[in-house]
């Protein structure tokens, strides 16, 4: 028996709309509109309590027969939407906590749990976890519910290509009611990018031997995954609190399933617990202390410092309305005070909003203390930095990083560093200002920079836009004297059936594999949210890792539908496609498609066209489609040329301005002004 045909698969009618990736209305509509159609919606298998129940595989035939939904991969995605023997992940805490335990002891033992006995899966997990540490107390309270959700548990694993994506896929917003505050702290992905580059900066800064990070907060885990995403090849060990709760123990369950060492017996969350060479990452509130107040998370810093060593570097991301903006409590201000005048502080930061996945609109802050190099010891100083509006790009992430690197650097390193973001204030400016501590500050001011730095950077602009820039190369062109050899539309569902296109489908790729070498290219690149190059993986990993990965070749079509249709040509080859991403590759030359012609109707379509089997494309006879395809190149490396003198001369004018008014540089001109300036 399959793990498919084992468990009964149900879907509510708000878990058909999560798993479509559509409003709950519109599947009422749908319901409605489909009545008497040679498509109906499928009918209820069963009403308990008032709620209807539908057969998951039934409305994933109908989403797929209809082109209904935005979900292209609804049939994959199924089981982590759906319902089992009347439980469910959703609804049901013992179902959700003992799910994860599963996937956890499948990680360790490294196989699906296929026809085992349910009692054979619990003597593993009690092999797995002697102590009761990490996954069996969860497994033993399944008790009559171990088989069924054993299979349940193999249908995500297999869905997600790996337990730590089917971890990842079941711990998403929609089941994170059982943990309230990893929906509530959770943070979105530049905040993990800045935070977890941030720790591994940090260590190499402060010469640490190895890569050792702490997380002192009860049941925190997404910053130390952040960090092992991108450790690379570094040797990383953690070390997490000693509480027992569902919250901690679901962390420690998402640190194993992910292969991040965590030392045996790790404990951090006491002062002075923690190696002497570590990096330690607190966010405040935590998920096991979701509601604690700002005197609270305040005091709890204060209480990690004092067991601090020199040789540590301890980062905080909390609300700025708790760290850098005013605060009303006196006793909430206290303890801030307290915390500024600590001789290890060393840098201040408020950052964007959009950082708190549940809460866009909240702002976070950053401060960071290590080892004190005050050059005026009478006067002590102190960074802040005001980023409220600016975008958390990877230039601004990576200026921000090393800034912070340079606050906790010797005196005469700091003093060379041409600081961005940040500026000294002295403390004592800080502790008597009434409002933000960041108004000192004030948004976008950074420390002045050499004369000659900006000079030479200013000069390599201006030489790079004064170079030569050569039009397109355009074909000859004759005006034909009626329309002839007109090839009719096609669409990328039929093309692929014609053998005309292969549709590849993007990896599912395991989040703990560090950068190297081979670009991603994927939803992110295709919409123009990242920059083609920004994400990278290491070869050798991801092959190991994957063995069936398919690399592109130059002039595959990378295509995705979600969030909105779009595509790309990669002309290099040897990249990684990931998943919601594929890939169309033209398998005939003679079948009237050029690569780039087909990327321009796919961007052509409109946001709502999900549904990428139905897309139209553009033919013409084969000999034209090879000389427009080589035009279409030509012009849209002019066009990525245009952008990029775009982007260098607004650093120039950037430049400019910070150099003159930063006193850096005296302006001079050989020109008489033009009459009206």
């Given amino acids: 028996m399959s793990a498919l045909s084992a468990v009964d698969l149900r879907l509510g009618l708000a878990d058909v709309a999560a798993l479509a990736l559509v409003q709950r209305p519109v599947v009422s509509v749908w319901r409605t509109r489909s009545t008497g159609t040679d498509h109906p919606f499928p009918a209820p298998v069963e009403t308990l ?38 439980g469910s992940p959703a609804g049901d805490q013992e179902v959700f906590f003992g799910l994860t335990a599963l996937l956890c002891l499948t990680a360790i033992v490294g196989s699906p749990f296929g026809e085992t006995a349910a009692g054979d899966i619990l003597d593993l997990a009690d092999e797995a976890d002697p102590d009761n540490d990490l996954l069996f107390g969860e497994i033993e309270e399944l008790g009559g519910r171990i088989g069924a959700l054993a299979h349940y548990c193999d249908l995500l694993v297999d869905a997600a290509y790996h337990p730590a994506a089917a971890l990842e896929k079941l711990i998403g917003e929609r089941f994170r009611r059982h943990v309230p505050a990893q929906s509530t702290v959770a943070l979105t992905g530049p905040a993990h990018e800045l935070i977890g580059s941030a720790a591994i900066a940090l260590a190499d800064g402060a010469g640490h031997e190895s890569l050792t990070v702490v997380d002192p907060t009860p049941g925190g885990s997404d910053l130390l995954l952040a960090v092992a995403e991108r450790a690379g090849a570094r040797d990383l060990t953690v070390f997490t609190g000693r509480s027992n709760d569902a919250a901690a123990r679901l962390a420690r369950r998402r640190l194993r399933v ?5 030392a045996d017996g790790a404990g951090s969350d006491a002062s002075g617990d923690q190696p002497d060479q570590a990096i330690l990452l607190a966010r405040y509130p935590s998920p096991g202390q979701p509601d604690v107040a700002a005197a609270e998370m305040l005091n709890a810093v204060t209480d990690l410092l004092l067991g601090t060593t020199p040789q540590q570097r301890f980062l905080v991301a909390a609300p700025a309305a708790v760290l850098t903006d005013r605060l009303r409590d006196p006793g909430a201000r206290m303890a801030r005070d307290r915390l500024i005048r600590f001789p290890t502080l060393r ?76 500026r000294p204030v002295m403390v004592r400016r800080v502790l008597a200002t009434a409002g933000s501590i960041v108004e000192v500050v004030g948004p976008g001011q950074a420390r002045p920079v050499s004369g000659a730095d900006l000079v030479l950077r200013i000069t390599e602009i201006v030489e790079g836009i004064a170079r030569p820039l050569a039009a397109p190369t355009v074909p000859e062109m004759a005006v034909a004297s009626h329309l002839q050899n007109l090839i009719p539309i096609t669409t990328l569902g039929a093309a692929k059936d014609r053998g005309d296109v292969r549709i590849l489908a993007g990896l599912r790729l395991d989040t703990g594999l560090g950068p190297g070498g081979v670009i991603l ?157």
């Fill in 49 to 86: 309590d008032g709620q209807e129940w539908f057969d998951g595989r039934q409305v994933v035939e109908w989403l797929e027969a209809t082109g209904r939904g935005n979900n292209p991969e609804a049939r994959a995605d199924l089981a982590a939407f759906a319902s089992i023997d009347g």
């Fill in 347 to 422: 840098a201040v930061v408020r950052l964007p909003a959009g950082l708190v996945a549940a809460k866009p609109r909240e702002r976070l802050a950053l401060m960071l203390f290590g080892r004190r190099h005050d050059p005026s010891p009478d006067e002590p100083q102190m960074l802040v930095g005001d980023l409220s509006n600016a975008a958390l790009s990877n230039a601004v992430i990576d200026d921000l990083v090393t800034d912070l690197v340079a606050s906790t650097s010797s005196p005469a390193i700091a003093r060379t560093h041409p600081f961005r973001f940040l």
């Fill in 521 to 677: 290219l994927g939803e992110s690149e295709v919409c123009g949210a990242a920059r083609v190059g920004d994400r990278t993986v290491d070869r050798l990993a991801v092959i190991a890792r994957h063995p069936a990965v398919q690399f592109t070749e130059p002039g595959d079509v990378v295509f995705t539908s979600s969030p909105r249709p779009g595509a790309l040509v990669d002309t290099n080859g040897s990249a990684v496609v990931t998943y919601p991403a594929r890939i169309a590759r033209i398998a005939r030359p003679d079948s009237g498609l050029a690569a780039r012609l087909l990327a321009a109707d796919i961007n052509a379509r409109p946001e709502g066209a999900k549904a990428w089997r139905g897309w139209p494309l553009r033919r013409l006879p084969s000999d034209q489609a090879t000389v427009l395809d080589q035009a279409l190149a030509e012009i849209e490396e002019y066009r990525v040329d245009l952008e990029r003198r775009r982007h260098d001369a607004e650093d120039l004018a950037r430049l400019l301005a910070r150099g003159a008014t930063d006193g850096a540089v005296t302006l001079t001109t050989t020109t008489e002004p033009t009459k009206g300036t």
């Fill in 258 to 262: 992910h292969g991040v060492h965590r």
